[in-house]
């Protein structure tokens, strides 16, 4: 052989060898692929464009369409990437099982461009038998609970959507790193990063779950501001109320259901979150405590020792929020702690009759003893001050001896001063659970 021959022969070695581990990649997640379309048919018609790989560990799978069986719903979505140290874990992981074919240190998906009709089906909701009316009939009468004929009237007529999610097992580090993003363009999105500390690795891959020792943790909420305000007017529209007051209307939403899950804010949260219904934007928790804590510890700390114990920090607008204090009705910890512990079987505690009540939950105003007014800082009151009109708005504060009430009046704000020595009778807006 020539000289030049050998030379040629040592440059075509390595191209040689990428084809073939190129190939080799792309037949195997082809394969897989293709195996879980077949797998899926009886459910849904799946189809796709192309497949790409990369040697450094990712496959993307390009212009996939999913159309459910007796549908003429199609669900679109452009691009669906999964990079890794092992990619195809991600599409075979149906069939994983504890101990077998170890998991890889780290994994990631991308999902971009879902495109989701409004007028699809699948978000067709049930007509009710008796149809809700007056202003229960305004689609904003439910809270922040976004469907689909009331983004139409807003002007959407599809759902643009971007999913991300990954994890990071760091062997070295004993470290667990989980993320998640959610983004519906135009409209809101939402991510959560998570990392626990002291993890076990090889009892993992052998399917025992991570320790839960808290490390780090985030999670923020953003509502795009220009559809925030287009919201509230939508909700206004063919109603009796202004704006403001449906502002007000979806923050006592949130805040009943903070209520229903055991939570009641304190002063700090409450105007957070009226701000945040009002100005929208971006709403950030972080939790960064000193050592790594056991989640199931928390479980038997006071409310008013949560914020410090995890190092609580929330921010709203990039402005931090000061007083961050809430009380909160824990769980029973004891037989939590245990079933996570294993001492008590899950079914005995399963088996346990649920309680058969219902709680419902009730809003009216409910005369007060003026000389407590300052409990009553936030809510929404009635004052009637004697000779003149009932003023009623939110209570912002006391000033110099007069009470400071904020009014919603015609789309804005109007704050006026009440002398407490000419306070005829005061109500102030309660919430209480009543169990039939």
């Given amino acids: 052989m020539s000289r030049t021959g050998k030379i040629a022969l040592i440059v075509l070695i390595p191209v040689v060898l990428y084809g073939v581990a190129k190939g080799l990649l792309y037949y195997q997640a082809k394969s ?18 192309d497949i790409a790989t990369d040697l450094r560990g990712a496959v993307t799978v390009s212009q996939i369409t999913v159309q459910p069986r007796g549908s003429a719903d199609t669900l679109g979505i452009d691009t669906l990437r999964i ?111 998570l990392t626990l500390a002291d993890v076990d690795v090889q009892a993992l891959n052998a399917g025992a779950p991570p320790a839960l020792n808290l490390d780090t943790f985030s999670v923020s909420m953003r509502i795009d501001p220009a559809f925030g305000r287009q919201l509230l007017k939508t909700c206004a529209i063919g109603s009796d109320q202004p704006v403001q007051a449906w502002s007000d209307h979806l923050a006592e939403r949130a805040l009943q259901q903070f209520e ?21 934007g971006e709403f950030t928790i972080e939790a960064r405590p000193s050592n790594p804590i056991g989640l199931l510890s928390l479980m038997f700390l006071p409310p008013d020792q949560l914020a410090p114990a995890l190092g609580l920090r929330m921010r709203l607008n990039d402005q931090p929020i000061a007083d961050t204090s809430f009380d909160w009705q824990q769980p029973d910890a004891q037989r939590l702690a245990a079933l996570l512990s294993g001492e008590v079987p899950a079914e005995a505690i399963e088996q346990q009759p649920a309680a ?10 409910e005369r007060v003893d003026v000389a407590d007014i300052d409990a009553y800082v936030d809510h929404k009151v009635r004052v009637k001050p004697r000779g003149q009109p009932m003023r009623e708005g939110v209570l912002k504060g006391i000033v110099r001896g007069e009470a400071e009430v904020e009014q919603a009046l015609h789309g804005g704000k109007y704050t006026v001063y009440v002398p407490l020595a000419q306070i005829e009778s005061l109500q102030a807006l309660m919430q209480r659970q009543i169990t039939n």
């Fill in 260 to 280: 229903l899950q055991g939570v009641s804010l304190g002063g700090g949260l409450r105007r957070a979150l009226r701000d945040f219904y009002r100005d929208w």
């Fill in 83 to 193: 990079s890794s140290d092992g990619p195809l874990f991600f599409f075979e992981s149906a069939n994983w099982k504890p101990g077998q074919n170890a998991p890889p240190s780290r994994l990631a998906f991308d999902i971009r461009g879902v495109k989701l009709p409004l007028n699809a089906e699948m978000l067709r909701k049930p007509v009710p038998v008796m149809p809700p009316q007056g202003a229960d009939a305004n689609p904003c009468s439910a809270g922040l609970e976004l469907d689909p004929e009331l983004l139409q009237q807003i002007g959407f007529a599809e759902l643009h959507i971007d999913i991300g999610g990954r994890y990071h097992l760091d062997e070295d580090r004993q470290t667990l790193d989980v993320g998640m993003e959610f983004d519906v363009h135009d409209i809101q999105s939402m991510s959560l990063g």
């Fill in 356 to 365: 058969a009540s219902r709680i419902l939950v009730r809003r009216q105003y």
């Fill in 32 to 49: 897989t692929v293709d195996d879980i379309v077949t797998a899926a048919s009886n459910h849904a018609d799946i189809r796709y464009a």
